[in-house]
């Protein structure tokens, strides 16, 4: 497993090595215990340990290993878990430095940024470090998370984007522009609103949907290749709602499916 936060914990200047043996231990035990089950849920496990005595500063890791893959505070994390329902109790003032399938933690009331436990996870967060300057997105399915960056620094986070009828919750909002992620295009036109355009090789469109209040919200369109409508449909609040209509690549219809608020209620197959 290559890891720069397993590099770091095996820093005999920062960690005692048994220790860092343990915490990567405890990422292969996360990583084993990782299920993804229906409706694109999982579970998971998280591991935190108290620190060893070696008060490795972060200071001196950033230095030496560069800036981290994503970094959360403490009131960060407090406000998903209210938004999520759960009791909040987690300390506003430490902040997690992220490197791969391992978090530095570090109270930002202290000069010397101490590390004061190492969190581990079985989701690797160096997958949403932007790898070059153009304007991009990334996810992490586990963490309902979004990253926009541009200019190789993130720009906008947005959790539960795109999972639709979840309602998302925005840290950040992007600057106004489109950002890309191999054949898709999220197009951020400001106040919530967005557009959707996915790509097939050769760059003609394959569909657009539109947002509002960062959900689809509208009609979208589907074409095939050569350009011809695919299909029609509308979305209110992320998920179906109204007709949905497929074509062929003559223009013949296929199929006819309502929607209410996500639920087939009639379906017309092509006689």
């Not at 200047?13 to 996360?30: H, W």
């Not at 999220?186 to 967005?194: A, T």
């Not at 947002?211 to 998920?239: C, I, L, W």
Request: with cysteine.
């Amino acid at each position: 497993m290559k890891s720069r936060g397993g590099e770091i914990l095996l820093d005999g200047e920062f960690f005692e090595k048994g220790y860092a043996n343990n915490r990567i231990e405890d990422v292969f035990f996360n990583l084993r215990q990782t299920k993804r089950i229906k409706g694109g849920f999982f579970i998971t496990m998280q591991t935190a340990i108290p620190t060893c005595n070696t008060d490795p500063s972060f200071n001196e890791i950033r230095k030496r290993y560069g800036e981290p893959d994503f970094v959360q505070t403490g009131s960060e994390r407090n406000t998903l878990s209210k938004y999520s329902g759960n009791e909040a109790d987690d300390d506003p003032n430490i902040v997690t430095y992220f490197y791969d399938y391992f978090g530095f933690e570090v109270n930002q009331s202290d000069p010397d940024s101490i590390v004061e436990r190492v969190v581990t996870h079985a989701h690797d967060l160096s997958k949403i470090r932007p790898k070059d300057k153009e304007p991009s997105f990334a996810q992490i399915s586990m963490k309902n998370l979004t990253v926009f960056s541009n200019n190789s620094e993130e720009v906008g986070r947005i959790y539960y984007f795109l999972e639709g009828q979840k309602e998302p919750l925005s840290i950040k909002e992007p600057p106004i522009g489109k950002y890309r992620r191999g054949n898709e295009v999220l197009e951020f036109l400001g106040d919530g609103k967005w557009k959707w355009t996915t790509y097939f090789e050769n760059e003609t469109v394959a569909h657009q949907i539109p947002f509002e209040e960062h959900r689809m919200n509208g009609k979208a369109e589907g074409y095939h290749s050569d350009g011809t409508p695919s299909f029609v449909a509308f979305y209110k609040d992320g998920v179906l709602d109204g007709k949905l209509v497929k074509y062929s690549e003559k223009g013949d219809i296929l199929e006819e499916t309502v929607f209410v608020n996500g639920q087939p209620q009639e379906h017309k197959p092509k006689q």
